[in-house]
Protein backbone atom coordinates (compact mmCIF):
# COMPACT_ATOMS: atom_id res chain seq x y z
CA UNK A 1 0.00 0.00 0.00
CA UNK A 2 1.02 3.47 -0.50
CA UNK A 3 1.54 6.54 1.08
CA UNK A 4 -1.61 9.40 0.74
CA UNK A 5 0.74 11.53 0.75
CA UNK A 6 3.41 11.03 -0.94
CA UNK A 7 4.49 7.36 -3.72
CA UNK A 8 6.41 5.85 -0.48
CA UNK A 9 5.01 2.53 0.95
CA UNK A 10 2.65 3.52 4.08
CA UNK A 11 4.36 1.69 6.81
CA UNK A 12 1.75 3.36 9.63
CA UNK A 13 -1.78 2.83 9.58
CA UNK A 14 -3.58 5.27 11.67
CA UNK A 15 -7.00 5.25 13.09
CA UNK A 16 -8.02 8.86 13.68
CA UNK A 17 -11.00 8.61 16.39
CA UNK A 18 -11.29 12.60 17.23
CA UNK A 19 -14.28 12.80 14.61
CA UNK A 20 -17.73 11.31 14.58
CA UNK A 21 -16.50 8.32 12.86
CA UNK A 22 -13.38 6.05 12.69
CA UNK A 23 -11.08 7.44 9.98
CA UNK A 24 -7.55 5.28 8.19
CA UNK A 25 -5.45 6.99 7.52
CA UNK A 26 -1.93 5.43 5.56
CA UNK A 27 1.60 7.03 5.49
CA UNK A 28 5.16 6.46 5.56
CA UNK A 29 7.06 7.31 8.10
CA UNK A 30 8.02 10.75 7.11
CA UNK A 31 4.37 11.85 6.27
CA UNK A 32 3.10 9.62 9.60
CA UNK A 33 5.31 11.90 11.64
CA UNK A 34 4.11 14.89 10.06
CA UNK A 35 0.54 14.23 10.58
CA UNK A 36 1.51 13.14 14.56
CA UNK A 37 2.87 16.41 14.72
CA UNK A 38 -0.23 18.28 13.61
CA UNK A 39 -1.98 16.71 16.84
CA UNK A 40 1.05 16.12 19.13
CA UNK A 41 -1.26 13.34 21.32
CA UNK A 42 -3.65 15.44 23.08
CA UNK A 43 -6.57 13.94 20.74
CA UNK A 44 -7.80 18.01 19.61
CA UNK A 45 -8.30 18.64 15.96
CA UNK A 46 -5.50 19.00 13.97
CA UNK A 47 -4.68 22.19 11.55
CA UNK A 48 -6.35 20.71 9.02
CA UNK A 49 -9.99 19.71 10.21
CA UNK A 50 -10.22 22.92 12.30
CA UNK A 51 -9.36 24.81 8.87
CA UNK A 52 -12.39 22.20 7.40
CA UNK A 53 -14.48 22.77 10.23
CA UNK A 54 -14.02 26.84 9.37
CA UNK A 55 -14.67 26.13 5.67
CA UNK A 56 -17.73 24.40 6.41
CA UNK A 57 -19.30 26.89 8.69
CA UNK A 58 -18.12 30.11 6.34
CA UNK A 59 -19.37 28.09 3.38
CA UNK A 60 -23.03 28.22 5.11
CA UNK A 61 -23.04 30.92 5.61
CA UNK A 62 -21.44 33.44 2.95
CA UNK A 63 -21.77 33.71 -0.21
CA UNK A 64 -18.07 33.53 -2.22
CA UNK A 65 -17.92 36.64 -3.02
CA UNK A 66 -18.58 37.11 1.24
CA UNK A 67 -15.91 35.18 1.47
CA UNK A 68 -13.51 36.33 -0.46
CA UNK A 69 -13.80 39.62 1.27
CA UNK A 70 -13.90 38.54 4.73
CA UNK A 71 -10.30 36.54 3.49
CA UNK A 72 -8.60 40.02 3.18
CA UNK A 73 -9.63 41.23 6.37
CA UNK A 74 -6.45 41.78 8.39
CA UNK A 75 -5.87 42.50 12.09
CA UNK A 76 -4.37 45.63 12.68
CA UNK A 77 -1.68 44.44 15.37
CA UNK A 78 -0.29 41.30 14.35
CA UNK A 79 -1.28 41.67 10.74
CA UNK A 80 -2.57 37.89 10.07
CA UNK A 81 -5.35 37.99 7.45
CA UNK A 82 -9.03 35.62 8.18
CA UNK A 83 -7.27 33.93 5.14
CA UNK A 84 -4.25 33.09 6.86
CA UNK A 85 -6.29 31.91 10.35
CA UNK A 86 -8.68 29.96 7.72
CA UNK A 87 -5.65 28.00 6.06
CA UNK A 88 -3.40 27.40 9.29
CA UNK A 89 -5.66 26.98 11.87
CA UNK A 90 -3.45 29.32 14.02
CA UNK A 91 -3.88 32.91 15.29
CA UNK A 92 -1.67 35.31 15.25
CA UNK A 93 -2.04 37.66 18.35
CA UNK A 94 -4.36 38.02 21.48
CA UNK A 95 -5.79 40.87 19.63
CA UNK A 96 -7.69 38.16 17.18
CA UNK A 97 -10.06 37.05 19.47
CA UNK A 98 -11.14 40.46 19.90
CA UNK A 99 -11.03 41.61 16.16
CA UNK A 100 -12.24 38.51 14.74
CA UNK A 101 -14.62 38.00 17.18
CA UNK A 102 -18.11 37.45 15.02
CA UNK A 103 -15.97 35.27 12.89
CA UNK A 104 -14.87 33.09 15.62
CA UNK A 105 -17.68 33.07 18.35
CA UNK A 106 -19.76 30.46 16.31
CA UNK A 107 -16.25 28.74 15.91
CA UNK A 108 -15.98 28.61 19.26
CA UNK A 109 -19.46 27.51 19.99
CA UNK A 110 -18.84 24.86 17.42
CA UNK A 111 -15.99 23.39 19.00
CA UNK A 112 -16.45 24.13 23.03
CA UNK A 113 -20.03 24.37 23.02
CA UNK A 114 -19.77 27.67 25.35
CA UNK A 115 -18.18 30.81 25.23
CA UNK A 116 -17.82 31.81 28.55
CA UNK A 117 -14.91 31.03 30.56
CA UNK A 118 -15.63 29.35 33.97
CA UNK A 119 -11.80 28.59 34.89
CA UNK A 120 -9.68 30.29 36.88
CA UNK A 121 -8.29 33.84 36.95
CA UNK A 122 -4.64 35.71 37.25
CA UNK A 123 -4.50 36.11 40.21
CA UNK A 124 -1.71 39.32 40.03
CA UNK A 125 -0.52 41.35 36.84
CA UNK A 126 -3.76 42.02 35.47
CA UNK A 127 -3.48 43.89 32.17
CA UNK A 128 -6.13 45.34 30.17
CA UNK A 129 -6.64 43.77 26.97
CA UNK A 130 -6.19 46.81 25.21
CA UNK A 131 -2.84 47.72 27.08
CA UNK A 132 -1.78 43.99 25.68
CA UNK A 133 -2.57 44.95 22.15
CA UNK A 134 -1.13 48.47 22.73
CA UNK A 135 2.20 46.85 23.83
CA UNK A 136 2.09 44.13 20.83
CA UNK A 137 1.66 47.34 18.83
CA UNK A 138 4.54 48.88 19.99
CA UNK A 139 6.72 45.96 19.68
CA UNK A 140 6.22 45.52 16.36
CA UNK A 141 6.34 49.15 15.31
CA UNK A 142 9.97 49.02 16.84
CA UNK A 143 10.84 45.57 14.99
CA UNK A 144 9.91 47.65 12.15
CA UNK A 145 11.88 50.60 12.79
CA UNK A 146 15.13 48.05 13.43
CA UNK A 147 14.67 46.92 9.86
CA UNK A 148 14.47 50.27 8.35
CA UNK A 149 17.83 51.42 10.46
CA UNK A 150 15.73 53.82 11.87
CA UNK A 151 17.50 53.15 15.23
CA UNK A 152 16.53 56.44 16.80
CA UNK A 153 12.91 55.87 16.36
CA UNK A 154 13.30 52.36 17.85
CA UNK A 155 15.23 53.12 20.82
CA UNK A 156 11.91 55.90 21.52
CA UNK A 157 9.72 53.12 21.35
CA UNK A 158 11.60 50.82 22.99
CA UNK A 159 11.57 53.65 26.40
CA UNK A 160 8.06 54.01 25.76
CA UNK A 161 7.52 50.15 26.06
CA UNK A 162 9.33 50.02 28.75
CA UNK A 163 7.36 52.88 30.85
CA UNK A 164 4.21 50.97 29.91
CA UNK A 165 5.35 47.60 31.55
CA UNK A 166 6.83 49.56 34.41
CA UNK A 167 3.76 51.64 35.04
CA UNK A 168 1.40 48.92 35.00
CA UNK A 169 3.33 46.21 37.04
CA UNK A 170 3.52 49.11 39.96
CA UNK A 171 2.08 47.18 43.23
CA UNK A 172 -1.74 48.86 43.69
CA UNK A 173 -1.98 48.96 39.64
CA UNK A 174 -5.85 48.78 38.90
CA UNK A 175 -6.45 48.05 35.65
CA UNK A 176 -9.31 45.73 35.00
CA UNK A 177 -9.28 43.56 32.27
CA UNK B 1 21.00 24.17 36.81
CA UNK B 2 22.83 21.94 33.95
CA UNK B 3 21.55 18.58 33.29
CA UNK B 4 23.53 15.66 31.25
CA UNK B 5 21.44 14.22 28.79
CA UNK B 6 23.70 11.02 28.49
CA UNK B 7 23.00 10.62 32.60
CA UNK B 8 19.33 10.97 31.85
CA UNK B 9 19.83 8.08 29.61
CA UNK B 10 20.61 5.94 31.89
CA UNK B 11 17.39 6.48 34.50
CA UNK B 12 13.99 6.31 34.56
CA UNK B 13 11.79 8.94 33.84
CA UNK B 14 8.68 9.43 36.35
CA UNK B 15 6.20 7.57 34.29
CA UNK B 16 8.54 5.21 33.12
CA UNK B 17 8.48 3.65 36.85
CA UNK B 18 5.75 1.41 36.82
CA UNK B 19 4.16 2.68 39.94
CA UNK B 20 1.35 4.63 41.15
CA UNK B 21 -2.39 3.64 41.31
CA UNK B 22 -3.29 1.32 38.44
CA UNK B 23 0.16 1.16 37.04
CA UNK B 24 -0.85 -2.06 35.77
CA UNK B 25 -3.13 -0.37 33.10
CA UNK B 26 -2.80 3.53 33.75
CA UNK B 27 0.81 4.07 32.28
CA UNK B 28 1.09 7.78 33.09
CA UNK B 29 -1.33 11.18 34.26
CA UNK B 30 -0.83 14.01 32.44
CA UNK B 31 -2.35 17.61 32.52
CA UNK B 32 -0.74 20.58 30.67
CA UNK B 33 -2.03 24.22 30.22
CA UNK B 34 -1.20 26.46 27.32
CA UNK B 35 -0.28 29.96 28.16
CA UNK B 36 0.89 32.78 26.29
CA UNK B 37 2.67 36.37 27.50
CA UNK B 38 0.31 39.04 27.02
CA UNK B 39 2.54 41.67 25.10
CA UNK B 40 4.04 39.30 22.65
CA UNK B 41 2.40 38.57 18.73
CA UNK B 42 1.20 34.68 18.91
CA UNK B 43 4.05 32.21 17.73
CA UNK B 44 3.37 32.58 14.22
CA UNK B 45 3.56 35.85 13.73
CA UNK B 46 6.81 36.26 16.14
CA UNK B 47 10.00 37.71 14.45
CA UNK B 48 12.87 35.57 15.47
CA UNK B 49 13.95 38.51 17.77
CA UNK B 50 10.52 37.74 19.61
CA UNK B 51 10.96 34.47 20.38
CA UNK B 52 14.23 35.28 21.25
CA UNK B 53 12.99 37.44 24.09
CA UNK B 54 9.97 35.04 25.35
CA UNK B 55 12.84 32.72 25.57
CA UNK B 56 14.90 35.11 27.68
CA UNK B 57 11.84 36.69 29.70
CA UNK B 58 10.70 33.26 30.50
CA UNK B 59 14.00 31.96 31.57
CA UNK B 60 14.83 35.22 33.31
CA UNK B 61 11.74 35.13 35.06
CA UNK B 62 12.22 31.27 36.58
CA UNK B 63 15.11 31.74 38.16
CA UNK B 64 13.21 34.47 40.36
CA UNK B 65 10.92 31.67 41.64
CA UNK B 66 12.33 30.21 44.08
CA UNK B 67 10.71 26.75 44.28
CA UNK B 68 11.19 26.51 40.18
CA UNK B 69 15.12 27.47 40.37
CA UNK B 70 16.27 23.73 40.35
CA UNK B 71 14.63 23.58 36.83
CA UNK B 72 17.01 22.76 34.14
CA UNK B 73 16.78 24.97 31.40
CA UNK B 74 17.57 23.10 27.89
CA UNK B 75 17.73 25.25 24.58
CA UNK B 76 16.09 22.93 22.07
CA UNK B 77 17.50 24.70 19.29
CA UNK B 78 21.10 24.46 20.16
CA UNK B 79 20.56 20.66 20.83
CA UNK B 80 21.63 17.38 18.45
CA UNK B 81 18.58 15.85 16.21
CA UNK B 82 19.19 13.02 18.56
CA UNK B 83 18.69 14.76 21.83
CA UNK B 84 16.03 16.51 20.41
CA UNK B 85 14.24 13.51 19.77
CA UNK B 86 15.10 11.44 22.68
CA UNK B 87 13.65 14.19 24.62
CA UNK B 88 10.44 13.86 22.48
CA UNK B 89 10.95 9.76 23.33
CA UNK B 90 10.92 10.62 26.94
CA UNK B 91 7.53 12.38 26.52
CA UNK B 92 9.33 16.06 28.04
CA UNK B 93 8.96 17.90 25.08
CA UNK B 94 6.34 17.66 21.94
CA UNK B 95 7.14 16.29 18.03
CA UNK B 96 6.37 20.04 17.45
CA UNK B 97 9.22 21.68 19.13
CA UNK B 98 11.22 19.10 18.21
CA UNK B 99 10.15 20.53 14.25
CA UNK B 100 9.73 24.13 15.35
CA UNK B 101 11.91 27.21 14.43
CA UNK B 102 13.93 29.38 16.04
CA UNK B 103 14.62 29.86 19.59
CA UNK B 104 13.20 27.48 21.61
CA UNK B 105 13.24 26.01 24.98
CA UNK B 106 12.70 23.28 27.71
CA UNK B 107 12.68 23.00 31.50
CA UNK B 108 12.40 20.03 33.27
CA UNK B 109 12.77 19.22 36.87
CA UNK B 110 14.83 16.09 38.29
CA UNK B 111 12.11 13.68 38.43
CA UNK B 112 11.03 14.18 34.72
CA UNK B 113 7.81 15.18 36.34
CA UNK B 114 7.22 18.59 35.48
CA UNK B 115 8.52 20.38 32.22
CA UNK B 116 7.61 23.74 30.64
CA UNK B 117 8.05 24.18 26.70
CA UNK B 118 8.55 27.47 25.85
CA UNK B 119 7.79 29.09 22.10
CA UNK B 120 5.86 25.32 20.91
CA UNK B 121 2.46 26.74 19.91
CA UNK B 122 1.90 28.83 22.42
CA UNK B 123 4.44 30.65 24.36
CA UNK B 124 4.58 28.43 27.27
CA UNK B 125 3.27 24.79 27.50
CA UNK B 126 3.34 23.69 31.14
CA UNK B 127 2.91 20.18 31.85
CA UNK B 128 3.02 17.78 34.64
CA UNK B 129 3.36 13.76 34.54
CA UNK B 130 2.70 11.37 37.07
CA UNK B 131 3.42 7.41 36.79
CA UNK B 132 -0.17 5.75 37.10
CA UNK B 133 -3.69 7.05 37.48
CA UNK B 134 -2.84 10.28 39.62
CA UNK B 135 -4.75 13.59 38.00
CA UNK B 136 -5.68 14.75 42.03
CA UNK B 137 -1.87 15.10 42.30
CA UNK B 138 -0.84 16.14 38.72
CA UNK B 139 -3.67 19.01 39.16
CA UNK B 140 -2.26 20.30 42.40
CA UNK B 141 0.97 20.35 41.18
CA UNK B 142 0.49 22.46 37.67
CA UNK B 143 -1.78 25.20 39.46
CA UNK B 144 0.89 25.41 41.64
CA UNK B 145 3.43 26.01 39.21
CA UNK B 146 0.88 28.14 37.08
CA UNK B 147 0.32 30.65 40.07
CA UNK B 148 4.17 30.57 40.97
CA UNK B 149 4.83 31.90 36.62
CA UNK B 150 1.81 33.85 37.15
CA UNK B 151 2.85 36.16 40.16
CA UNK B 152 6.19 37.04 37.26
CA UNK B 153 4.81 36.41 33.83
CA UNK B 154 1.07 38.31 32.68
CA UNK B 155 -0.70 35.90 30.44
CA UNK B 156 -2.62 37.12 27.73
CA UNK B 157 -6.26 36.77 29.48
CA UNK B 158 -9.74 37.70 28.12
CA UNK B 159 -12.43 38.40 30.97
CA UNK B 160 -15.34 36.67 28.86
CA UNK B 161 -13.03 34.19 27.18
CA UNK B 162 -10.06 32.93 29.49
CA UNK B 163 -6.44 32.50 28.40
CA UNK B 164 -5.80 32.91 25.34
CA UNK B 165 -4.26 30.68 22.93
CA UNK B 166 -3.02 30.45 19.13
CA UNK B 167 -4.84 27.73 18.26
CA UNK B 168 -9.25 28.41 19.26
CA UNK B 169 -9.32 24.67 20.69
CA UNK B 170 -7.51 25.54 23.62
CA UNK B 171 -9.00 29.33 24.64
CA UNK B 172 -10.55 28.77 28.05
CA UNK B 173 -8.50 26.94 30.47
CA UNK B 174 -5.69 25.89 28.30
CA UNK B 175 -6.02 23.09 29.52
CA UNK B 176 -5.63 18.99 28.28
CA UNK B 177 -6.13 16.29 30.44
CA UNK B 178 -4.74 12.87 29.36
CA UNK B 179 -4.34 9.73 30.74
CA UNK B 180 -2.74 6.89 29.20
CA UNK B 181 -3.67 3.59 28.68
CA UNK B 182 -2.82 -0.13 27.90
CA UNK B 183 -6.01 -1.96 27.06
CA UNK B 184 -4.71 -5.45 25.51
CA UNK B 185 -7.66 -7.20 26.61
CA UNK B 186 -10.40 -4.81 25.09
CA UNK B 187 -8.51 -4.89 22.01
CA UNK B 188 -8.30 -9.00 21.76
CA UNK B 189 -11.87 -9.30 22.47
CA UNK B 190 -12.81 -6.29 20.38
CA UNK B 191 -14.78 -4.38 22.38
CA UNK B 192 -12.53 -1.13 22.08
CA UNK B 193 -14.28 0.26 19.76
CA UNK B 194 -17.58 0.21 21.57
CA UNK B 195 -15.84 2.16 24.63
CA UNK B 196 -14.85 4.46 22.15
CA UNK B 197 -18.06 5.38 20.97
CA UNK B 198 -19.55 5.83 24.23
CA UNK B 199 -16.40 8.30 25.22
CA UNK B 200 -16.76 10.49 22.07
CA UNK B 201 -20.39 10.72 22.82
CA UNK B 202 -19.29 12.49 26.15
CA UNK B 203 -16.51 15.07 24.67
CA UNK B 204 -13.64 13.07 25.50
CA UNK B 205 -11.15 12.33 22.05
CA UNK B 206 -9.28 8.70 22.21
CA UNK B 207 -6.33 8.35 19.98
CA UNK B 208 -4.82 4.98 19.17
CA UNK B 209 -1.67 3.95 17.01
CA UNK B 210 -2.41 1.69 15.12
CA UNK B 211 -0.38 -1.49 13.43
CA UNK B 212 -0.21 -3.10 10.27
CA UNK B 213 -4.47 -3.91 9.52
CA UNK B 214 -6.58 -3.49 12.49
CA UNK B 215 -4.31 -4.62 15.22
CA UNK B 216 -3.41 -1.69 17.76
CA UNK B 217 0.15 -0.79 18.29
CA UNK B 218 1.04 -1.58 21.40
CA UNK B 219 -2.87 -0.80 22.38
CA UNK B 220 -1.73 1.70 23.89
CA UNK B 221 -4.76 4.85 24.24
CA UNK B 222 -4.62 8.28 25.46
CA UNK B 223 -8.12 9.63 26.54
CA UNK B 224 -8.71 13.36 27.04
CA UNK B 225 -10.77 16.32 27.25
CA UNK B 226 -11.66 17.74 24.15
CA UNK B 227 -13.26 21.11 25.17
CA UNK B 228 -11.36 23.30 27.42
CA UNK B 229 -13.83 26.27 27.81
CA UNK B 230 -17.20 26.44 29.71
CA UNK B 231 -15.59 24.35 32.22
CA UNK B 232 -14.11 25.11 35.37
CA UNK B 233 -10.52 22.86 35.54
CA UNK B 234 -11.72 20.84 38.43
CA UNK B 235 -14.84 19.90 36.30
CA UNK B 236 -12.54 19.03 33.08
CA UNK B 237 -10.42 16.87 35.01
CA UNK B 238 -12.94 15.51 36.96
CA UNK B 239 -14.86 14.41 33.45
CA UNK B 240 -11.56 12.53 32.60
CA UNK B 241 -10.51 11.60 36.29
CA UNK B 242 -14.69 10.37 36.30
CA UNK B 243 -14.52 7.65 33.23
CA UNK B 244 -10.90 6.08 33.36
CA UNK B 245 -12.17 3.82 36.46
CA UNK B 246 -14.82 2.68 34.49
CA UNK B 247 -12.44 1.62 31.45
CA UNK B 248 -9.91 0.14 33.75
CA UNK B 249 -12.93 -2.39 34.88
CA UNK B 250 -14.20 -3.30 31.57
CA UNK B 251 -10.06 -3.91 30.75
CA UNK B 252 -10.16 -6.12 33.89
CA UNK B 253 -13.11 -8.00 33.13
CA UNK B 254 -12.24 -8.72 29.79
CA UNK B 255 -8.75 -10.09 31.38
CA UNK B 256 -10.56 -12.52 33.32
CA UNK B 257 -12.66 -13.64 30.78
CA UNK B 258 -9.54 -14.45 28.35
CA UNK B 259 -8.15 -16.00 31.26
CA UNK B 260 -11.43 -18.39 32.06
CA UNK B 261 -12.21 -19.07 28.61
CA UNK B 262 -8.93 -18.85 26.53
CA UNK B 263 -5.88 -19.84 29.05
CA UNK B 264 -3.95 -21.83 26.69
CA UNK B 265 -4.17 -19.47 24.10
CA UNK B 266 -3.65 -16.24 26.06
CA UNK B 267 -0.50 -17.78 27.58
CA UNK B 268 1.26 -19.16 24.21
CA UNK B 269 0.36 -15.93 22.19
CA UNK B 270 1.85 -14.25 25.29
CA UNK B 271 4.79 -16.96 25.67
CA UNK B 272 5.67 -15.52 21.96
CA UNK B 273 5.98 -12.41 22.09
CA UNK B 274 8.44 -13.01 24.80
CA UNK B 275 10.22 -15.96 22.68
CA UNK B 276 10.53 -13.39 19.61
CA UNK B 277 11.98 -10.31 21.97
CA UNK B 278 14.64 -12.86 23.31
CA UNK B 279 16.11 -14.26 20.47
CA UNK B 280 15.35 -12.03 17.17
CA UNK B 281 18.52 -10.71 15.72
CA UNK B 282 16.68 -8.03 14.16
CA UNK B 283 13.02 -5.99 15.11
CA UNK B 284 11.60 -2.72 14.12
CA UNK B 285 10.28 -0.45 16.44
CA UNK B 286 6.55 -1.29 15.99
CA UNK B 287 7.29 -4.84 16.15
CA UNK B 288 8.45 -4.47 19.59
CA UNK B 289 5.87 -2.40 20.82
CA UNK B 290 3.79 -4.69 19.51
CA UNK B 291 5.38 -7.57 21.24
CA UNK B 292 6.26 -5.76 24.50
CA UNK B 293 2.16 -4.87 24.54
CA UNK B 294 1.94 -8.89 24.86
CA UNK B 295 4.76 -9.23 27.38
CA UNK B 296 3.33 -6.60 29.56
CA UNK B 297 -0.09 -8.30 29.92
CA UNK B 298 1.63 -11.39 30.69
CA UNK B 299 3.41 -9.51 33.63
CA UNK B 300 -0.07 -8.25 34.80
CA UNK B 301 -1.92 -11.70 34.69
CA UNK B 302 1.35 -13.39 36.38
CA UNK B 303 1.84 -15.40 33.67
CA UNK B 304 5.96 -13.98 33.08
CA UNK B 305 7.57 -13.86 36.24
CA UNK B 306 11.27 -12.88 35.41
CA UNK B 307 9.97 -8.77 34.79
CA UNK B 308 8.20 -6.41 36.45
CA UNK B 309 6.00 -3.58 34.97
CA UNK B 310 9.27 -1.28 34.93
CA UNK B 311 11.09 -3.24 33.10
CA UNK B 312 8.72 -3.59 30.12
CA UNK B 313 8.29 0.74 30.59
CA UNK B 314 11.85 1.10 30.32
CA UNK B 315 12.03 -1.15 27.62
CA UNK B 316 9.33 0.33 25.73
CA UNK B 317 11.35 4.10 26.08
CA UNK B 318 15.03 2.60 25.60
CA UNK B 319 14.05 0.74 22.14
CA UNK B 320 13.02 4.18 20.61
CA UNK B 321 15.57 5.57 17.75
CA UNK B 322 16.81 8.18 19.54
CA UNK B 323 17.01 6.69 22.98
CA UNK B 324 19.01 3.56 21.20
CA UNK B 325 21.62 5.84 19.46
CA UNK B 326 21.75 8.12 22.53
CA UNK B 327 22.91 4.65 24.45
CA UNK B 328 25.34 2.61 21.36
CA UNK B 329 27.09 6.22 21.66
CA UNK B 330 26.74 6.78 18.00
CA UNK B 331 24.28 7.53 14.90
CA UNK B 332 22.54 4.29 13.14
CA UNK B 333 20.85 4.14 10.11
CA UNK B 334 17.39 2.18 10.34
CA UNK B 335 19.00 -1.31 9.48
CA UNK B 336 21.30 -0.60 12.44
CA UNK B 337 18.82 0.79 15.20
CA UNK B 338 16.68 -3.16 14.19
CA UNK B 339 19.95 -4.92 14.88
CA UNK B 340 20.71 -2.57 18.14
CA UNK B 341 17.10 -2.97 19.34
CA UNK B 342 17.83 -7.12 19.05
CA UNK B 343 20.81 -6.64 20.67
CA UNK B 344 19.41 -4.54 23.04
CA UNK B 345 16.26 -6.89 24.23
CA UNK B 346 18.68 -9.92 23.91
CA UNK B 347 20.79 -8.82 26.34
CA UNK B 348 18.14 -7.05 28.79
CA UNK B 349 16.30 -9.92 28.73
CA UNK B 350 18.62 -12.90 29.29
CA UNK B 351 20.34 -10.49 32.89
CA UNK B 352 16.86 -10.65 33.99
CA UNK B 353 15.89 -14.01 33.45
CA UNK B 354 19.20 -15.21 35.02
CA UNK B 355 19.30 -12.80 37.58
CA UNK B 356 15.37 -14.58 38.58
CA UNK B 357 17.41 -17.98 38.09
CA UNK B 358 20.17 -16.89 40.56
CA UNK B 359 16.92 -15.78 43.15
CA UNK B 360 15.71 -19.37 43.13
Given at each position: MKCQQCEKPATFHITELTGAEPQEIHLCEGCAQKYLMQTPGTGMPGKASLAGMLAQQLKVADTAKELE?????????????????????????????????????????????????????????KRSTESQTKLIQLRREMNEAIRLEQYERASELRDTIRNLEESEDQPGDEHSV | MNVDLNELTGRAGEWMKGAG?????????????????????????????????????????????????DLAYLRVDELSDVDRHFLAERQLISRELVEAEGARSVAIDQNERLSLMINEEDHLRIQVMKSGFDLVAAWDQINEVDDL??????????????????????????????????????????????????????????????????????????????????????????????????????????????????????????????????????????????????????????????????DINKLFVDTQPAHLQKLRGGPLDTAGRNSERALYLRRYLSQKEKDGADQN
Open positions: KLDEKCCPICGISFYEFRNQGRLGCPHDYVFFASELEPLIVNIHGDLVHKGKHPLTH | PQSDIVISSRIRLARNIAEFPFIRRCTAADRAAIDKAVRDRLAEVPQLTLETKLTYAFHEKLGYLTACPTNVGTGMRVSVMLHLPALVITQQIEKVFRSLQKINLAVRGLYGEGSQAMGDFYQISNQITLGRSEIELRNQVHDVVPMIIDYERRARDFLLKQNQQDLHDKISRAYGILRTAQTISSEETMHLLSSVRMGVNLGLIDDLVIA
